[in-house]
């Protein structure tokens, strides 16, 4: 099992950074992948970003391509999300999320990862 706990959410003006964090523990030598997604209300779960545990791979929705960026450090089993020219359309709440190593490639389904965080909120005002 591993636990997840995000931190860095907060309020930021349009245009403006804001970098998130996802903090690890447990069996954190299964991890393979950890992913971001945001959900906001109303709305259903979507997908931001993803990146390998080893090798450092990564894929991003196409609607953040660009602004944001994940990165992991391996040392302090921390994921972060560099958020950078946040839109209004941004605002969520942004969910951690880890992919165990069974399935050797990064993944954009819910239903692939097996464990989450308790969610961040973000919000950016126009």
């Known amino acids: 099992q591993v636990q997840l706990v995000e931190s860095g959410g907060g309020l930021v003006q349009a245009g403006g950074s804001l970098r998130l964090s996802c903090a690890a523990s447990g069996r954190t030598y299964t991890i393979y992948a950890m992913g971001w997604f945001r959900q906001a209300p109303g709305k259903e779960r979507e997908f931001v970003a993803a990146?390998?545990?080893?090798?450092?791979?990564?894929d991003y929705a196409d609607s953040v391509k660009g602004r944001f960026t994940i990165s992991r450090d391996n040392a302090k089993n921390t994921a972060y999300l560099q958020m950078s020219s946040l839109k209004p359309e941004d605002t969520a709440v942004y969910y951690c999320?880890?992919?165990?190593?069974?399935?050797?490639?990064?993944?954009?389904?819910?239903?692939?990862?097996?464990?989450w965080g308790q969610g961040t909120q973000v919000t950016v005002s126009s």
């Open positions: 999320a880890g992919q165990l190593d069974l399935v050797l490639t990064l993944t954009r389904r819910i239903p692939d990862y097996d464990t």
């Open positions: 990146i390998s545990w080893s090798a450092g791979r990564t």
